[in-house]
């Protein structure tokens, strides 16, 4: 639900943490603990945070978004799924979206494809889509995109068949090895 600061005041009192304490807490929290566990809860707690643009300004102060990109390269499949996760939650945003292509988040997110956890494939497409930009567009519909997506749209996992279905038609054509650009 996205809500409004004036919401988020009425909700908490004086003594209360505000929202970006709150984050700035759980960032702090995610640096100094070593338990697993732990750090995968907090990533999902930020990843759900990262629904609502009210929290972008909080994101960008606190490097957020530079920490749901560092996870794409963790070995534990949940740190990963929870990173991509975020960025597709909040890629969307312009300010974000600049700073993932700036900070090679489109190869980042590319090599998620190939994870073996359907939610962070599910996520990196859906990123995909809202990283593409005219500037972008040639990278994310290049030919080896384009035939993974093909693969997954043949999938017999209706999720990831229909959402590579969208990805084709909606953001790349293609006759033969040659891609027409669309809108």
């Known amino acids: 639900m996205f809500t409004s600061q004036a919401r988020i005041d009425r909700r908490t009192g004086p003594d209360d943490l505000g929202r970006f304490e709150y ?4 960032v702090t929290e995610f640096q100094d603990t070593d338990r697993q566990g732990a750090k995968e809860e907090i990533l999902a707690n930020l990843a759900n945070f990262a629904y609502d643009p009210i ?3 909080h994101f960008r102060k606190l490097n957020v978004v530079d920490l749901f990109l560092d996870m794409l390269t963790e070995e534990n499949e ?3 799924e929870f990173g991509i996760g975020g960025l597709s939650n909040c890629s969307l945003d312009k300010e974000i979206k600049q ?3 700036q900070n090679d988040g489109i190869s980042l997110v590319i090599n998620c494809l190939s994870s073996s956890n359907e939610e962070t494939v599910l996520s990196a497409i859906t990123t995909l889509m809202f990283l593409t930009t005219p500037q972008t567009r040639e990278e994310i519909t290049s030919d080896a995109i384009v035939d993974c997506m093909e693969k997954f749209a043949a999938s017999s996992n209706s999720r990831l068949s229909n959402l590579a279905k969208i990805f084709l038609q909606d953001y790349c054509k293609r006759a033969g090895h040659s891609r027409e650009k669309t809108k």
């Open 23 to 26: 984050l700035q807490a759980l």
């Open 55 to 57: 929290n972008y300004d």
């Open 78 to 80: 949940n740190f990963v």
């Open 99 to 101: 700073h993932i292509i």
